[in-house]
Nanobody, 116 residues
């Protein structure tokens, strides 16, 4: 399985960005897809994930600002990030896997930088 992330970049505080991640290969094994992030000097932490049936899970810090969605036909997950602030600055990593191991596969990181 390969996870290809796209999106990211630099934005002013209060702005928006959209991340996308597309899975290829043995995708039958992927029921959960989502995003983690790792800020400077911080541990990698879950941002949001979504199952094939649309159940979502968000970190408290992004609830109400970020929306995760999934296009099962295209094996793609999107993360719409609104009202960004400096605390959202991080490298964002796409992940995917079965329900019992949702972080089994990782995509390359994509940098999100929010300037105040």
């Amino acid at each position: 399985v390969q996870l290809q992330a796209s999106g990211g970049g630099s934005v002013q505080a209060g702005g928006s960005l959209r991340l996308s991640c597309t899975a290829s290969g043995s995708i039958f094994s992927i029921s959960v897809m989502g995003w983690h992030r790792q800020g400077p000097g911080k541990q990698r932490r879950l941002v949001a994930d979504i199952t094939t049936d649309g159940s979502t899970n968000y970190a408290e810090s992004v609830k109400g600002r970020f929306t995760i969605s999934r296009d099962n036909a295209k094996n793609t997950v999107h993360l719409q990030m609104n009202s960004l602030n400096a605390e959202d600055t991080a490298v964002y990593y796409c992940h995917g896997g079965p329900k019992f191991r949702p972080n089994h596969y990782w995509g390359q990181g994509t940098q999100v930088t929010v300037s105040s």
